[in-house]
């Protein structure tokens, strides 16, 4: 394993880390405003213990909550014996154990891996790539993704998909209880202001927690998963092809049935398809662009 590699990864790790703990200064925050409104510290005491139970659901169950999300099914061993036969085979190569596979039932061509570890890891590809792609073209999609594996991107890549979740659920719960009668008689003074103003400040920061968290996570995390996985296949081209063939069809095709901004990130292309361009900044793009990452597998010297 190169040293960028172990880099990438004790990065990861540190990135880990500081999720979980802005999850819990900001969780720990809303609380002491609501304990000092309300001149009850039970209230500070329950953020703190519900920040900790957040991030300890968000580091084991996380992966689940991913799967679950894409509707993402099983693969069966013997309806899809190529299938899991190429990720044995090249999670052999990858010196990992091999992942669990599933399918999504979508014809939109995508594909995801998740996990805690490379121990707890998990491969989801769609039925649409099962079906546009050749089997070299498969081969690179499942090597860029068990090069995510490889390269532990997907704890981070997958807690945040839990944490910002919830900081979403936070603003929808103060605005829904301050707009729509949840304060009621002498509560509806000081501190149904300060529900109104925590409500709104949640809804602003939401967005942008949610922007940031996949700025952490980087889309460097691509081009090193790419990478990965024309070193493991030994044919870059394969990769290339099947990136070119995703993002076309999947512009076309617009986006995938369960798709989410929460959980874009981790998927080997953008899941709204068309839709990027004109619904996210450049900027904050969940993926590097598909031309760059084609030229540079190209540019690989094999």
């Not at 068990?146 to 929808?172: C, P, R």
């Not at 709104?200 to 700025?215: Q, S």
Request: charged share 15%.
């Amino acid at each position: 394993m190169s040293s960028s590699a172990y880099v990438h990864q004790q990065s990861n790790s540190n990135r880990t880390w500081l999720l979980m703990l802005s999850f819990i200064g900001l969780v720990i925050g809303i609380g002491f405003v609501f304990s000092q409104v309300f001149g009850n510290p039970v209230i500070l005491y329950g953020a703190i213990a519900f920040s900790i139970v957040m991030n300890v659901v968000s580091y084991w169950f996380s992966h689940k909550i991913a799967i679950k999300s894409s509707g993402a099914k099983p693969a069966d061993e013997k309806e899809y014996r190529e299938l899991h036969n190429m990720v044995e085979n090249l999670a052999i190569t990858a010196g990992i154990p091999k992942p669990a596979v599933y399918i999504i039932p979508d014809q939109v061509p995508n594909a995801f891996a998740t996990g805690r570890n490379k121990e707890k890891a998990a491969v989801a590809v769609t039925l649409g790539l099962l079906q546009l792609l050749d089997r070299a073209e498969l081969e690179g999609v499942l090597a860029h993704e068990l090069g995510h594996i490889q390269n532990n991107d997907m704890l981070v890549s997958t807690m945040a998909v839990v944490l910002a979740g919830f900081v979403s659920l936070l603003a929808d719960f103060f605005l829904r209880s301050t707009l729509f009668g949840g304060m009621r008689g002498s509560d509806s003074g000081r501190g149904g202001g300060v529900l109104i103003l925590v409500g709104f400040g949640l809804a602003v920061i939401a967005p942008i927690f949610g922007a940031l968290l996949r700025l952490a996570v980087s889309r460097s995390r691509e081009y090193l998963a790419d990478t990965s996985g024309a070193l493991l296949t030994r044919y870059p081209e394969g990769l290339a092809t099947a990136l070119e063939k995703i993002n076309t069809v999947g512009s076309q095709m617009g986006p995938m049935k369960n798709a989410h901004s929460a959980t874009a990130h981790l998927y080997i292309a953008n899941p709204f398809g068309a839709r990027i361009g004109k619904t996210f900044s450049s900027l904050f793009a969940t993926h590097p662009p598909a031309d760059e990452r084609v030229r540079r597998l190209r540019d690989m010297d094999m």
